[in-house]
């Protein structure tokens, strides 16, 4: 079985994600949001074990506010206007063998692709593409981190830089869910703005920051233990480790 | 006690020979007994389920003659609160109290009285508010609806027994059990506050499990969903649902609602049911609308239109009540009417609408105002 997840955990972040962030997103995400709950609502209700594709779809993405260059710090602005686009796949299964019709499942694994990728779009929602990553859970036999971020190179494309045949570099990262790639975002687009909103001690970032901690204190306690217990190069070790598959439950 | 097989509605007016061909619909339907305020007695209470109070009572000399003003119920809103409490000292059953009148708009403020009688109900302490000689067969379907719900509400509680009050809601809402989404189910009526865990005696608990369904549940789109609602999700034209519903009968039939008050407000769906039914219809891609459709479309044989718009939502108008077709969500913002429950999906209005109506600009929440600036 492969990396697990608390359904709950989800909602909950979904939950906080959407009023911690509302100020920094379009409307529109109010949508996007009520679409992924409900989705991993269904998921939750299928047969254990039975594969799903839990989506923030191409068609529908989360659009952040435009940021007319609130990216750079201290209250610089810079040059161009830009809005952040999120869509995710994360392919999961219900993993809790005692759910049955009353009883909801209580976890899901990861079965396949584990990939939200953020656009970041000049002017307006159709605008020029000025950057785009993915971040994401490795599969088995991939290549680099676990938890890594890949610079472009999605499926079909295939013109330099980064196409999809080459599958390098895999950047270590810390967020992979599809709320947590969107507070990186937010923060990177609203540097200033974004980091007096996340020290406020509201209701909602509490409920955020309990999630995040906890799953954050998880991943670097993994990655101690990692370096803590193999030899050689720290960095190969981070690079080739595999969490057991229980790490955020 | 009422007799099971007809409902049993009591009428008072001031002037109770008024409304014939109104009341002769309703005897269809109904044991209809009219009173005056000055003859109504225990007996009528005893045997009603529903007890209908005209708002505006002029034509009862016995009330001015009285020397107390405490003596002197004003109008219908008042008698109610005398019935009401009349009715629960003699037998610990429930009824629902609906107040019928030709001047409803003097209640609600300047808003359009109908269909908002969920909220016109709420603020004066009543089951319903219906108009006064309108609609018929709209009222008539909803008295005998409340008289049905009254008679299946319980007597009794379970008390410190989760389980034994799932259960019992469960019935009372007509929750299939068998089916795979019965669970999410559970949980949506939950996130919805069902109440269903104050300490209240037996008789005030069912009243305000029926207020919560009645004023709550079903004039909101939560975890029932109405056929504007469905067509929304099925990315389809509402009149096209609408025209197509027989055909789609069988495939909407494990998620139709048809627990206590069915039909109250017209159709209602399990959204938790629609969702089911649209991954396996789809294989797992609800989110696609072309496949939710094209799906329906083949199996059922129906042809449903396709919404063109790519974030489709449903605006309201300066009233509160819902435009004739969906609006794209890029040109509209959110709303927050006061009455909209938290649980309940997103209101939302036209930019435009916004702007034209200051009162609807004054619902919407501060991060989306800087929308109606341009």
Same mark, same amino acid.
């Given at each position: 079985?492969?990396?697990?997840?608390?359904?709950?955990?989800?909602?909950?972040?979904?939950?906080?994600?959407?009023?911690?962030?509302?100020?920094?997103?379009?409307?529109?995400?109010?949508?996007?949001?009520?679409?992924?709950?409900?989705?991993?609502?269904?998921?939750?209700?299928?047969?254990?074990?039975?594969?799903?594709?839990?989506?923030?779809?191409?068609?529908?993405?989360?659009?952040?506010?435009?940021?007319?260059?609130?990216?750079?710090?201290?209250?610089?602005?810079?040059?161009?206007?830009?809005?952040?686009?999120?869509?995710?796949?994360?392919?999961?299964?219900?993993?809790?063998?005692?759910?049955?019709?009353?009883?909801?499942?209580?976890?899901?694994?990861?079965?396949?692709?584990?990939?939200?990728?953020?656009?970041?779009?000049?002017?307006?929602?159709?605008?020029?593409?000025?950057?785009?990553?993915?971040?994401?859970?490795?599969?088995?036999?991939?290549?680099?981190?676990?938890?890594?971020?890949?610079?472009?190179?999605?499926?079909?494309?295939?013109?330099?830089?980064?196409?999809?045949?080459?599958?390098?570099?895999?950047?270590?990262?810390?967020?992979?869910?599809?709320?947590?790639?969107?507070?990186?975002?937010?923060?990177?687009?609203?540097?200033?703005?974004?980091?007096?909103?996340?020290?406020?001690?509201?209701?909602?970032?509490?409920?955020?920051?309990?999630?995040?901690?906890?799953?954050?204190?998880?991943?670097?306690?993994?990655?101690?233990?990692?370096?803590?217990?193999?030899?050689?190069?720290?960095?190969?070790?981070?690079?080739?480790?595999?969490?057991?598959?229980?790490?955020?439950? | 006690?009422?007799?099971?097989?007809?409902?049993?509605?009591?009428?008072?007016?001031?002037?109770?020979?008024?409304?014939?061909?109104?009341?002769?619909?309703?005897?269809?339907?109904?044991?209809?007994? @009219?009173?005056?305020?000055?003859?109504?007695?225990?007996?009528?209470?005893?045997?009603?389920?529903?007890?209908?109070?005209?708002?505006?009572?002029?034509?009862?000399?016995?009330?001015?003659?009285?020397?107390? @003003?405490?003596?002197?119920?004003?109008?219908?809103?008042?008698?109610?609160?005398?019935?009401?409490?009349?009715?629960?000292?003699?037998?610990?059953?429930?009824?629902?109290?609906?107040?019928?009148?030709?001047?409803?708009?003097?209640?609600?403020?300047?808003?359009?009285?109908?269909?908002?009688?969920?909220?016109?109900?709420?603020?004066?302490?009543?089951?319903?508010?219906?108009?006064?000689?309108?609609?018929?067969?709209?009222?008539?379907?909803?008295?005998?609806?409340?008289?049905?719900?009254?008679?299946?509400?319980?007597?009794?509680?379970?008390?410190?027994?989760?389980?034994?009050?799932?259960?019992?809601?469960?019935?009372?809402?007509?929750?299939?059990?068998?089916?795979?989404?019965?669970?999410?189910?559970?949980?949506?009526?939950?996130?919805?506050?069902?109440?269903?865990?104050?300490?209240?005696?037996?008789?005030?608990?069912?009243?305000?499990?029926?207020?919560?369904?009645?004023?709550? @549940?079903? +004039?909101?789109?939560?975890?029932?969903?109405?056929?504007?609602?469905?067509?929304?999700?099925?990315?389809?034209?509402?009149?096209?649902?609408?025209?197509?519903?027989?055909?789609?009968?069988?495939?909407?039939?494990?998620?139709?609602?048809?627990?206590?008050?069915?039909?109250?407000?017209?159709?209602?769906?399990?959204?938790?049911?629609?969702?089911?039914?649209?991954?396996?219809?789809?294989?797992?891609? +609800?989110?696609?609308?072309?496949?939710?459709?094209?799906?329906?479309?083949?199996?059922?044989?129906?042809?449903?239109? +396709?919404?063109?718009?790519?974030?489709?939502?449903?605006?309201?108008?300066?009233?509160?009540?819902?435009?004739?077709? +969906?609006?794209?969500?890029?040109?509209?913002?959110? @709303?927050?009417?006061?009455?909209?429950?938290?649980?309940?999906?997103?209101?939302?209005?036209?930019?435009?609408?916004?702007?034209?109506?200051?009162?609807?600009?004054?619902?919407?929440?501060?991060?989306?105002?800087?929308?109606?600036?341009?």
């Amino acid at each position: 079985m492969a990396q697990q997840f608390r359904f709950e955990d989800l909602f909950k972040e979904i939950k906080s994600a959407e009023e911690t962030m509302d100020p920094f997103l379009q409307p529109t995400a109010t949508e996007v949001f009520a679409d992924l709950r409900r989705q991993l609502e269904t998921i939750r209700s299928r047969p254990f074990g039975e594969k799903a594709r839990w989506e923030i779809a191409k068609t529908r993405p989360l659009f952040t506010r435009l940021s007319e260059g609130l990216y750079e710090p201290k209250g610089r602005k810079g040059k161009h206007k830009v809005i952040g686009e999120i869509t995710s796949v994360w392919e999961i299964m219900p993993s809790d063998p005692k759910a049955n019709n009353r009883t909801l499942a209580r976890t899901f694994a990861l079965c396949g692709l584990t990939s939200v990728r953020v656009r970041l779009l000049e002017g307006s929602t159709s605008g020029q593409v000025l950057g785009e990553w993915r971040m994401e859970i490795a599969s088995d036999g991939a290549p680099g981190c676990f938890f890594h971020i890949q610079v472009l190179g999605e499926d079909g494309r295939n013109v330099p830089p980064f196409p999809h045949s080459l599958s390098i570099p895999r950047l270590p990262s810390l967020a992979f869910t599809p709320m947590t790639a969107l507070e990186f975002v937010v923060g990177e687009l609203f540097q200033e703005s974004w980091r007096e909103h996340a020290v406020q001690e509201t209701n909602a970032m509490n409920f955020w920051r309990s999630i995040q901690e906890k799953r954050l204190m998880a991943l670097l306690d993994w990655y101690q233990q990692v370096i803590k217990s193999t030899g050689g190069s720290p960095w190969n070790a981070l690079k080739a480790a595999v969490p057991q598959e229980g790490l955020f439950l | 006690m009422a007799n099971e097989s007809r409902p049993v509605v009591l009428v008072v007016d001031d002037h109770p020979d008024d409304g014939r061909p109104e009341m002769d619909e309703w005897r269809r339907v109904f044991s209809v007994t @009219i009173c005056h305020p000055q003859d109504v007695r225990q007996d009528h209470l005893v045997a009603a389920d529903v007890i209908v109070v005209d708002y505006v009572i002029e034509n009862w000399d016995e009330r001015e003659r009285a020397s107390s @003003i405490a003596l002197r119920p004003i109008n219908g809103l008042a008698l109610t609160a005398v019935l009401r409490q009349q009715t629960e000292s003699i037998e610990s059953r429930l009824r629902a109290f609906v107040l019928r009148s030709g001047h409803l708009a003097k209640l609600s403020g300047g808003f359009p009285p109908q269909p908002r009688g969920h909220i016109l109900a709420a603020a004066h302490d009543l089951e319903w508010a219906v108009p006064k000689g309108e609609r018929a067969t709209d009222i008539v379907r909803q008295i005998d609806s409340l008289a049905l719900a009254v008679r299946l509400l319980p007597g009794k509680w379970p008390v410190d027994d989760f389980e034994a009050t799932r259960g019992l809601v469960e019935r009372l809402l007509a929750l299939p059990n068998s089916v795979r989404w019965s669970g999410q189910a559970w949980n949506d009526i939950q996130n919805a506050h069902a109440p269903i865990h104050s300490p209240l005696d037996d008789l005030t608990q069912s009243r305000v499990f029926l207020r919560w369904l009645l004023h709550r @549940i079903f +004039p909101y789109p939560c975890f029932l969903w109405d056929s504007e609602r469905l067509a929304l999700r099925l990315r389809v034209r509402h009149q096209s649902l609408q025209r197509n519903l027989e055909g789609l009968r069988a495939a909407l039939a494990e998620s139709e609602y048809s627990g206590c008050l069915k039909n109250f407000l017209g159709l209602r769906w399990w959204r938790s049911g629609i969702e089911a039914l649209l991954w396996d219809l789809t294989k797992g891609e +609800p989110t696609n609308p072309d496949a939710t459709r094209e799906a329906l479309n083949k199996k059922f044989g129906v042809e449903l239109q +396709p919404l063109t718009l790519k974030n489709p939502v449903i605006c309201f108008d300066e009233n509160i009540q819902p435009l004739a077709e +969906p609006c794209d969500a890029d040109g509209s913002v959110r @709303i927050e009417p006061d009455d909209w429950p938290a649980f309940a999906d997103q209101a939302w209005t036209s930019r435009k609408l916004a702007k034209e109506h200051p009162s609807l600009g004054a619902l919407v929440p501060q991060p989306d105002r800087e929308y109606l600036e341009t």
